[in-house]
């Protein structure tokens, strides 16, 4: 059974940084696209980020240059740094594993202004 725990939200000033991890377990980790989604109050879910299982990655615009997605193989790790957080970051991420559509319960990010 797949399971995937994210970690690592919480609140922090705007300008601010976080570092989220998703810890994978039930599959085979490696062979896995990954990515994180978004969810902020009132709107619809997201697309932030995505790492294919060789590496390659994609952004969504509104992050381009400020989040990185990376993944820990060794670890059955997927991290999302965000730096230069900003309020409209503010939102529950989830961690997605793309290979059978599995969510994680995801975790609150708040920025404050």
């Known amino acids: 059974q797949v399971q995937l725990v994210e970690s690592g939200g919480g609140l922090v000033q705007a300008g601010g940084s976080l570092r989220l991890s998703c810890a994978a377990s039930?599959?085979?980790?490696?062979?896995?696209?990954m990515s994180w989604y978004r969810q902020a109050p009132g709107k619809q879910r997201e697309l932030v980020a995505f790492?294919?299982?060789?590496?390659?990655?994609n952004y969504a615009d509104s992050v381009k240059g400020r989040f990185t997605i990376s993944r820990d193989n060794a670890k059955n790790t997927v991290y999302l740094q965000m730096n230069s957080l900003k309020p409209e970051d503010t939102a529950v991420y989830y961690c997605?594993?793309?290979?059978?559509?599995?969510w994680g319960q995801g975790t609150q990010v708040t920025v404050s202004s």
């Open positions: 997605y594993q793309n290979t059978g559509a599995y």
């Open positions: 790492i294919g299982s060789g590496g390659s990655t």
């Open positions: 039930g599959s085979t980790f490696r062979r896995n696209a």
